[in-house]
């Protein structure tokens, strides 16, 4: 059963929990009668690549195998044993407007089968709103991925959790709002399902010289929780209980009306989490003490990483 005709995820890269401690008006109005958690879990290692790629795929980088190094330099396999959700999207609807408009460019190269007929862009997250609103306007997208990346740019330079960090996600809190002003524009508020989530925090290190920068891929508090908003009828009003960022994929299929494989602990082990669709309560199976990952930083940085 389809319980949504579009779902906008709008990702925050870097953003951790930290938007707990920014100043975010306008996903306070828009999520004020929503589901969010500021305690789901990153992919581990909390590193883009892994945690986008769970997203997509909704199993554990220890099976999609993705990395920052691997998606900047390969396209996505086509016949994966782990399609993305743009393939499944586009399996279940074959004319529907499906979506990637990243900041960060190997996220739609890497992480986007070539043949799902998946529209992408890349820009800096400053130039990339206005053609994503756009496009929400025109095509009303079944499914679309908006990723902005200068938060995590202003993690790395200054420091996770800083002022200057703080005041990024300030920004695309006016990002996340106008991309909702899209939506409703477009008609589609109350057929839409509308999340915002980050893929990982990071840390805030004093430097040699002065000064604190930051960096991810270990499994502290500060680099493991992550943000978790969702906007839409039927969308259960309050704190949405354990999760995983991999669930978005459950998430999004379930709001499509989509079959999703079966839980499987060396496969798809994307779950609804509790308290997020009304009427929907299914026991969440804990398997965050099984990701078997090591930690680790990964060699490439984001090609596009600067702070405004
Ligand atoms: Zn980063």
């Not at 004020?32 to 305690?39: E, H, V």
């Not at 703080?166 to 991309?179: A, F, G, K, W």
């Not at 998430?251 to 494989?261: N, R």
């Amino acid at each position: 059963m389809k319980r949504f005709e579009h779902v906008i995820v709008a990702g925050i890269d870097g953003a951790g929990a930290f938007i707990q401690n920014a100043k975010t008006p306008c996903m306070d109005a828009i999520f004020a009668s929503g589901a969010r958690t500021f305690r789901a879990f990153a992919s581990r290692p909390s590193i883009s690549a892994e945690c986008w790629g769970s997203m997509l795929t909704g199993v554990s980088p220890a099976l999609h195998g993705l990395t920052n190094e691997w998606i900047s330099q390969h396209a996505y396999p086509t016949d994966s044993r782990f399609p993305t959700l743009y393939k499944r999207v586009r399996g279940a609807y074959p004319d529907a407007a499906v979506a990637a408009y990243c900041d960060w460019s190997p996220l739609v190269t890497g992480i986007v089968e070539a043949d799902a007929g998946v529209d992408c862009l890349s820009l800096r997250d400053a130039e990339l709103i206005g053609p994503a609103c756009e496009y929400i306007r025109s095509r009303k997208p079944a499914f679309m991925f908006v990723h902005m990346d200068s938060v995590d740019g202003a993690g790395h330079k200054f420091g996770y959790g800083t002022p200057q960090h703080l005041n990024q996600i300030e920004v695309c809190d006016r990002y996340v709002q106008l991309l909702y002003s899209a939506c409703r524009d477009a008609g589609m508020l109350d057929s839409t399902l509308f999340l915002v989530l980050s893929d990982h925090g990071g840390t805030c290190d004093e430097r040699p010289e002065g000064g604190y920068s930051g960096s991810h891929g270990g499994w502290t508090e500060a680099e493991r929780r992550i943000s978790f908003l969702a906007a839409g009828p039927g969308i259960q009003a309050g704190e949405i209980g354990d999760m995983n960022i991999r669930d978005t994929a459950a998430i999004v299929l379930y709001a499509l009306g989509i079959d999703m494989p079966a839980f499987d602990p060396n496969g798809w082990t994307a779950q609804l989490p509790e308290n997020l669709f009304a009427g929907v309560q299914v026991p969440y199976i804990d398997i965050s003490g099984e990701t078997g990952a090591v930690p680790r930083v990964s060699r490439v940085r984001h090609t596009s990483q600067t702070a405004e």
